[in-house]
């Protein structure tokens, strides 16, 4: 029987170097299986594999040792429980999520959300290499954002309220940037806004509530993680118009496809073509 071995790894089935067995990828969305899809996973595993799954670096499970000839087979039984099979490949790759603000105290962002709706649009898009999202619902960045070819963060641009302030200075004193100078004495406040990232650790510290703000997404470009490591950009302000963060991932998947060579990661093609040009190409649509 011929194999289309091309065909499979994209369907998300991998050549192991055992002799016509495969790990087969499962579909996953922010990590998130019900305890009816593990059964399933469970069953599966037992019949057609080895008994065991592996868990993957970004939220998914793979199943080894499937057979080539048992694959329709499994395909069917993993429909059947609700489990779809994975892609791997030049496509957009499994999108990764924390549990965001639905679950998280710390959760800025809804992130399982917005993993859903960009699997929706975006999941399995064929383009020049793989390509991956992630999303961490604030900067404790449980997801590691930054190493994701556009990473996806929780924030909240700060505002002061001189009302409800007592100058105590907590809010200087944990901010990461130093944006927030407090001087005690004279009862004065600055804050700096070009140097704030958005992580909101003044609105939590402040002890009177003198400190607002309204969440948002800050996003980064051309994260890289593997024989190459390469750490993701940020040069937008923060996003507050979800319709406006589709915009931007619209623009930045159209400039890789324009312009990357084929199996030219995103963040290589950035510096190869030039970061200038792909930063006046976002900014265009804000």
């Known amino acids: 029987m011929?194999?289309?071995y091309k065909e499979l790894k994209k369907g998300g089935f991998m050549r192991q170097r055992q002799k016509d067995c495969f790990s087969m990828r499962l579909k996953s969305v922010g990590g998130h299986f019900t305890a009816a899809q593990l059964a399933t996973v469970q069953q599966v595993a037992e019949k057609f594999g080895q008994g065991y799954v592996h868990l993957t670096s970004r939220q998914g499970i793979e199943i080894p040792f499937i057979n080539v000839q048992d694959i329709d087979d499994v395909k069917k039984a993993l429909k059947a429980g609700g489990v779809e099979v994975g892609v791997c490949g030049p496509r957009?790759?499994?999108?990764?999520?924390c549990q965001g603000a639905a679950v998280c105290p710390s959760g800025l962002i809804d992130t399982v959300k917005l993993a859903n709706e960009f699997d929706k649009r975006?999941?399995?898009?064929?383009?020049?290499?793989?390509?991956?999202?992630?999303?961490?619902?604030?900067?404790?960045?449980c997801l590691k954002a930054e190493e994701n070819d556009m990473g996806i963060k929780g924030g909240v641009r700060p505002e002061w309220k001189s009302a409800a302030c007592i100058y105590c200075g907590v809010c200087a004193a944990v901010c990461p940037e130093k944006a927030i100078e407090v001087d005690k004495t004279a009862k004065k406040l600055s804050l700096d806004l070009d140097k704030c990232v958005y992580c909101g650790k003044c609105i939590k510290s402040c002890p009177t509530d003198a400190w607002t703000g309204e969440n948002g997404f800050v996003v980064s470009?051309?994260?890289?993680?593997?024989?190459?490591?390469?750490?993701?950009?940020?040069?937008?302000?923060?996003i507050f118009d979800e319709e406006k963060l589709y915009e931007?991932?619209?623009?930045?998947?159209?400039?890789?496809?324009?312009?990357?060579?084929?199996?030219?990661?995103?963040?290589?093609?950035?510096?190869?073509?030039?970061?200038?040009?792909?930063?006046q190409a976002v900014e265009e649509v804000l």
């Open 2 to 4: 011929a194999v289309d």
């Open 92 to 97: 957009v790759r499994t999108i990764t999520a």
């Open 122 to 141: 975006y999941g399995g898009r064929e383009l020049p290499h793989k390509f991956k999202f992630g999303f961490t619902g604030c900067h404790n960045n």
């Open 221 to 238: 470009f051309g994260g890289l993680y593997g024989n190459r490591i390469a750490v993701g950009r940020h040069f937008l302000p923060i």
């Open 248 to 279: 931007i991932v619209d623009v930045a998947l159209k400039f890789f496809e324009d312009n990357a060579k084929p199996s030219e990661r995103f963040a290589n093609c950035l510096d190869r073509v030039g970061w200038e040009k792909f930063e």
